[in-house]
């Protein structure tokens, strides 16, 4: 028999308990912000790695005296290095209305917040370290599992944790991660630079807006200022393969939050925005972050009283497609599909981004559609949760070499 056909068997086995597992998972509802039930999930995950058979640690997250606590998960098949690491995350954005979290199945496909972002990958990585053991792989090396919470806002106190505490990439070979690829093998992200931009007036009276400063109509003008910038921003265009090519183009948006004044008879005295800056894997964060906060700076000295915060950054990054760890993924997909993959960058942030910066290939291919993660109907095709288990543990024979 061969390795596709041990593990396509043992996928099969596996089916139903992995189901059942997602399910499971969907209904603990980890949303972030704020970090709800994280310790109940990471537990219930503990115990699911247990039951295979694996050996699991909880790590509790210093979070700096904060009120809400932050757990991850460590656990790992196999023995010595290198090692190959199985990463996800646990959390999930906040439900879109009532019933979010109610896991149901239909016509093949899993229903519910966080189903293909990413418990539905989580639980395909899980389980292919099961079928891994069911078919009696002896690896050269490990797979180590990391499960972390906090992606859905930035990692600090998960992956960004066991990056400064040296845990993440140790002697890492490679890394996988299961994010909604919606079937293509992503090898680079974007950027992230997230700031609210506040700005400051004198509230008075219509009547005597003489005597006032309107916060909006100083607001008005540093906006302009970033439309300017705006401009030269998009007009560049990465060199990496996204779809639809129209997303090419690097980001500057305002206003995803906005607000200020208290009544339509006063003049405002504080209006507040966002700017959300996506960079390309050929810009710099360092230096970008450098452009925009010169801009908000020389617009501050013109007499407008701003001030800004930084809410989120995050590095661009990207991997070779000719690394042995997109050879062995990207052939372990065409020998279980007949068609070989596409090699694509994510067009948001991905944790990818904290091992290639120790050196370590990383990608991520999951069950998911990134058109629907996020979103009120999101949900994951059981057929391709089998289908990513199947592709993780052959992937790992093929790194690890299956004695």
Known sequence: MTSKERILKAVDMCRSEMVDFTCDLVEIATENPPGRCYLECAKFICERLKRLGLECELMEVDTCGEESRRYCVLASYGGGTPTLYFHGHYDVVPGAGNGQFGARLKSGKLFGRGSADMKGGLAAMLYAVRILKLCGVSLNGKVGITIVPDEETGGKYGSCYLLEKEVLGKDGVGMLS???????????????????????????????????????????????????????????RTSFRIEPEGAQASILMLGGLCGGGVNFNIVPDECWFTVERRMNPEESLEMEKQVLVGLLEE??????????????????????????????????VEELTGVAPEFEMCPGLLETRFYAQKGVPAYAYGPGLISVAHGPQEFVEVDAMCHCAAVYALTAMKMLNDG
């Open 299 to 332: 617009v501050g000295k013109k007499g407008i009283e701003l001030s800004y915060e930084i809410l989120q950054e995050g590095e661009s990054g990207g991997s070779p497609e000719e690394t042995d760890l997109a050879r062995a993924l990207s052939s372990s």
């Open 178 to 236: 299961p994010e909604p690829t919606s079937g293509a093998i992503w090898n680079a992200n974007r950027g992230a630079l997230s700031l609210l931009v506040k700005v400051k007036g004198k509230s008075v009276h219509a009547i005597l807006q003489h005597e006032g400063v309107n916060a909006f109509e100083q607001m008005v003008t540093v906006v302009n200022e970033l439309m300017r910038l705006k401009s030269q921003v998009e007009a560049r």
